[in-house]
């Protein structure tokens, strides 16, 4: 029986954080692909995963969407310390995330064979719009150098949650690297269509540093103005007409995304979970111009592109008003994107 069993570590595991969710759905999978029961330990509680459903073994619970100093560096050390006691028992062990590229320190200490989740993580952008913007922009490219230097040494296949750092790859490594496990686990080809879209516009805001939708801040306040109906998920955004739900359940939010028209992908992340689940849903969406021609998992459309910078919203109220632009998906390379990460999950050393 305990041949059958894996030990893993989350450092988040909750059902309505992106880490939580991305953690959730790759034990899953691994669970039913290779028949095994997944104990996992994060820092407020226990679960178990058996065939691809969760139990909770203890029952602690506190929702919080953004994590400090101690969530971000802290949980990260005390699972590396918990999985190296688990190896020496001669467990196996799995680290499901909290995986970033740049972190090259955790690449380095964790235990010989442990199964690591999907790592994550964009490049940087160059434009210096602050302090932390010129951090990252010197010393993001040296950490992402080291940690590549580090995981092709020790591990034989990496899985990551999207394909936005391809681009960081030669192409002879291709083959042991599987991109857009987000992709694989959350698009579904049979998109239910909802007619009564009462919300114009859903925002998902979240406080963070490298999150930009406080450039968004004037199309809501003009979109207010002109009787749009727009809405919040996430952290609170202050502004006068502004509907704010807090923070809500996946569930929540997806039941919002019926009743949404448009939604505008967050410029750091096309693939985020809110975006994949506006797809699901019948959404339209708007994306950032920097992946204009760059996103595989969509067919091509020009208007599905803007630059908030500009602050054209005629465009984005033609967008919010026409019962057209739906998002078409590129069934061809989503169907290759699956087969390939089933070929990971099937090939994955237990």
């Avoid at 790592?119 to 992402?144: A, C, D, H, V």
């Avoid at 020790?154 to 490594?173: Q, W």
């Avoid at 199309?219 to 739900?245: A, H, S, T």
């Avoid at 054209?312 to 026409?322: G, S």
Wanted: with cysteine.
């Amino acid at each position: 029986m305990k041949k059958n069993i894996i030990y893993a570590w989350a450092c988040d595991f909750s059902s309505f954080r992106g880490e939580g969710i991305l953690a959730r759905d790759f034990a899953q999978d691994i669970s039913r692909a290779k028949n095994v029961k997944i104990i996992i330990k994060s820092p407020e509680n226990k679960y178990l995963v058996s065939n691809k459903r969760i139990k909770k073994i203890t029952k602690t619970y506190k929702k919080k969407i953004n994590f400090g100093l101690l969530e971000n560096y802290l949980w990260p050390i005390y699972g590396l310390l918990y999985l190296w006691k688990l190896y020496f028992q001669n467990k196996k062990i799995i680290y499901l995330n909290f995986m970033p590229l740049w972190n090259f320190l955790l690449f380095y200490f964790l235990p010989p064979k442990t199964i690591v989740g999907p790592i994550t993580g964009f490049l940087p952008k160059k434009k210096i719009e602050n302090f932390s913007n010129l951090i990252r922009i010197i010393l993001i490219p040296t950490f992402y150098n080291l940690s590549l230097f580090i995981i092709f040494k020790r591990f034989n296949n990496l899985i990551f949650s999207t394909d936005l750092l391809k681009a960081k790859f030669s192409r002879k490594k291709f083959s042991k690297l599987y991109f857009n496990y987000l992709i694989f686990s959350n698009i579904k080809f049979k998109k239910k269509e909802y007619k009564e879209k009462k919300i114009d516009l859903l925002i998902y805001n979240r406080n963070y540093s490298v999150k930009e939708h406080f450039k968004l801040n004037n199309l809501i306040k003009y979109l207010i103005k002109k009787k749009y109906n727009v809405e919040c998920v996430g952290d609170e955004l202050k502004i006068k007409g502004l509907k704010n739900n807090g923070i809500i359940s996946r569930i929540k939010t997806q039941s919002k995304l019926k009743k949404t028209k448009v939604i505008i992908s967050s410029p750091e992340n096309p693939y985020s979970l809110f975006t994949m689940d506006a797809i699901n849903m019948g959404t339209k969406i708007l994306f950032d111009i920097k992946y204009n021609k760059k996103l595989s998992f969509i067919k091509y459309n020009p208007k599905h592109y803007i630059n908030i910078d500009d602050q054209k919203y005629l465009q984005i109220e033609d967008f919010i008003n026409k019962n057209d632009n739906h998002i078409k998906l590129n069934i061809k390379s989503i169907n290759l994107t699956k087969k390939r990460i089933n070929k990971y999950l099937k090939n994955l050393i237990i």
